[in-house]
């Protein structure tokens, strides 16, 4: 077992733009865990390829009796059509955790992050939400059919469909019991950062030792939405909304 690798027994799944990042830095200083060097390893949705000896040589080695635990962040998982069967595959056993923010802040916040790298050509957030359906519905079928492992139009333009929560969450608890799970709305976990991440430390059954540094990751500034164009999206979202409540019985809307 010395100098072993330490196979991850939580993985943080997603959302995207829902303070994955933030929550990556303070469990790096929990003592009793210890991370990879990369937070998003990205095994089970683009490097699937690779084996599973591959991606276990990514975590850290285990020091002589350690009880120390790890894990990953990807947040691409929990949208990718294909991760809940990979990831229950390998690790039929492991927590995850859930990170969702208000659907209509996090495909606005996507838009302006995949603008200020390049890789959105749309000036208008609202014309890329009318094009989404076109731009993305080739790569998601060769997701799906295994022809590909994932896409950048799937992957960066999806805005308003990694928004829809429910359904993701539906084709996860497919693969894992309710137990398995833990829901953080990401509101709460950055006004209350600290009793959130409490509960996020019970899950993982480690002695809650609250971080030095809880200063958020990755936080931009960019103009308002129109009220008329944010009550137009949260239309969109509102039927998906009612099912995630069903599926884990709290009240998880934003509307």
């Given at each position: 077992?010395?100098?072993?690798r330490?196979k991850?027994s939580?993985?943080?799944i997603?959302a995207?733009k829902?303070?994955?990042s933030?929550?990556?830095r303070y469990?790096?200083q929990?003592p009793h865990?210890?991370?990879?060097?990369?937070k998003?390893?990205h095994?089970?949705?683009?490097?699937?390829?690779?084996s599973i000896?591959?991606?276990e040589g990514?975590?850290?080695k285990?020091k002589?009796?350690?009880?120390?635990?790890?894990?990953?962040?990807?947040?691409y998982y929990?949208?990718?059509?294909?991760a809940?069967?990979r990831?229950?595959?390998?690790?039929p056993d492991?927590?995850l955790?859930v990170?969702?923010r208000n659907?209509?802040?996090r495909?606005?916040s996507h838009?302006n992050m995949e603008r200020n790298?390049?890789?959105?050509?749309?000036?208008s957030?609202?014309?890329a939400?009318?094009?989404?359906?076109?731009?993305?519905?080739?790569e998601?079928q060769?997701?799906?059919?295994?022809?590909?492992?994932?896409?950048?139009?799937?992957q960066n333009?999806s805005?308003?469909?990694?928004?829809?929560?429910?359904q993701q969450?539906?084709d996860?608890?497919?693969f894992f019991r309710?137990?398995?799970?833990?829901?953080?709305?990401?509101?709460?976990?950055?006004?209350d950062?600290?009793?959130?991440l409490?509960?996020i430390h019970?899950?993982l059954?480690?002695?809650?030792?609250p971080?030095v540094d809880?200063?958020?990751?990755?936080?931009n500034?960019?103009?308002?939405l129109?009220?008329s164009?944010?009550?137009?999206?949260?239309?969109y979202?509102?039927?998906?909304?009612l099912?995630?409540?069903?599926l884990i019985g709290?009240?998880?809307?934003?509307?």
């Amino acid at each position: 077992m010395f100098n072993s690798r330490i196979k991850p027994s939580f993985l943080i799944i997603g959302a995207q733009k829902a303070g994955t990042s933030s929550l990556f830095r303070y469990l790096s200083q929990h003592p009793h865990i210890r991370l990879p060097a990369s937070k998003e390893l990205h095994f089970f949705d683009m490097q699937y390829q690779r084996s599973i000896n591959w991606y276990e040589g990514l975590f850290p080695k285990r020091k002589f009796l350690s009880r120390q635990i790890t894990g990953e962040a990807s947040p691409y998982y929990l949208f990718h059509p294909l991760a809940p069967k990979r990831v229950n595959e390998h690790y039929p056993d492991i927590r995850l955790i859930v990170l969702l923010r208000n659907p209509v802040d996090r495909a606005y916040s996507h838009f302006n992050m995949e603008r200020n790298r390049g890789n959105e050509p749309e000036v208008s957030f609202m014309r890329a939400v009318e094009l989404e359906a076109s731009r993305i519905f080739d790569e998601e079928q060769q997701i799906r059919q295994g022809i590909i492992q994932s896409g950048c139009k799937f992957q960066n333009w999806s805005y308003m469909r990694r928004g829809l929560y429910g359904q993701q969450v539906a084709d996860w608890q497919k693969f894992f019991r309710s137990k398995q799970f833990i829901f953080i709305k990401s509101e709460d976990f950055y006004t209350d950062t600290v009793h959130e991440l409490e509960r996020i430390h019970e899950f993982l059954r480690i002695p809650h030792v609250p971080p030095v540094d809880i200063s958020p990751v990755n936080t931009n500034r960019y103009p308002d939405l129109l009220s008329s164009e944010r009550k137009k999206l949260e239309e969109y979202f509102r039927e998906d909304g009612l099912l995630l409540q069903q599926l884990i019985g709290t009240h998880f809307s934003w509307f």
